[in-house]
């Protein structure tokens, strides 16, 4: 035995060393995350280098599945995607791992308004989703729309007043409907700016209400951090004073993406955001721009 170990040891050390390398290899292919407050699928497949089915089929989910904040979910891959997570992205690239974005329903919602609104058709709606003429929406179903990426790249930025958009209005607005934070007190800005203020949580996450692609981000102007992104329908939403932010320029984020964190108003101390949307350079009430 001592004379078989003798002659065959450099074989058995090799054959060591190979095992232990598949067996790390092996373990490096997956890891686990767990859902955080803002996550989409798309959200967590683009910060580990992954496509969304590769996501999904790892976690047995199916495209349209909710994921639920504090659910662990398993990322595949996790060592290449670790290594492509800093790689650039380009808006071309993109729709290699998402060809539709998901709409909830809303109250009120008709196949036809969610149609209008998405710049589709009705057949086309129904189609995408299995509906026929007889189905009924329910509130909080999750549909699928065609996704559509956009050039920005020779976008002009809306013209926001050099004002400070700190002086508001006695107008208030709807906290129930679906805003970038959570239950907001929502207030009109004064002046030009046809915006609104929300309040926030201290770092809370600042969430996309629209589908589309980030055209410009940084400080702008007197208003801070800003994230800009334009939907397929033309619609440009500026998410102003923000504390942190989380996107690039030429990424593309769907509802519920996370943007960044709320800022902080530097007189009053409270945490606080602005939100201003635009359409074909004129500004629009936020409450009534699209959303989803």
Do not use: C
């Not at 729309?145 to 107008?171: E, G, M, N, Q, W």
């Not at 619609?235 to 769907?254: E, P, Q, R, W």
Request: no cysteine; hydrophobic share 40%; net charge positive.
């Amino acid at each position: 035995m001592k004379v078989f170990f003798e002659r065959n040891k450099k074989l058995i050390v090799l054959v060591g060393v190979m095992l232990f390398a598949v067996v790390s290899a092996v373990a490096a292919q997956t890891t686990s995350y767990t859902v955080a407050k803002g996550d989409t699928l798309y959200s967590i497949s683009r910060k580990y280098g992954v496509s969304v089915s590769e996501l999904t089929q790892a976690n047995s989910l199916s495209s349209d599945s909710v994921i639920k904040v504090g659910q662990t979910l398993v990322i595949p891959s996790a060592q290449n995607a670790a290594a492509t997570v800093q790689a650039p992205q380009t808006i071309s690239a993109a729709p290699a791992t998402r060809s539709y974005d998901s709409y909830t329903v809303q109250k009120g919602d008709t196949l036809y308004r969610i149609a209008k609104v998405n710049g589709i058709t009705v057949d086309e709606l129904k189609t995408l989703n299995n509906l026929n003429s007889s189905s009924v929406l329910k509130v909080g179903q999750v549909l699928k729309i065609p996704a559509t990426f956009v050039d920005t790249s020779s976008v002009t930025l809306p013209d926001l007043p050099s004002v400070d958009p700190r002086k508001y209005s006695a107008r208030t607005g709807d906290s129930s409907l679906q805003w970038p934070v959570q239950q907001p007190v929502v207030t009109y800005i004064q002046g030009k700016v046809s915006g609104v203020q929300l309040s926030a949580q201290k770092n809370e996450s600042v969430t996309a209400i629209r589908a589309g692609t980030v055209m410009y981000v940084g400080n702008y102007r007197g208003y801070g951090q800003v994230v800009f992104v334009q939907s397929k329908t033309g619609h440009i939403y500026a998410y102003a004073g923000l504390g942190s932010i989380s996107v690039k320029k030429g990424d593309y984020v769907v509802f519920g993406d996370k943007l960044g964190t709320a800022g902080t108003d530097s007189i009053k101390g409270t945490s606080q955001i602005s939100l201003m949307v635009f359409l074909k350079s004129n500004p629009i009430d936020p409450a009534k721009a699209p959303r989803g």
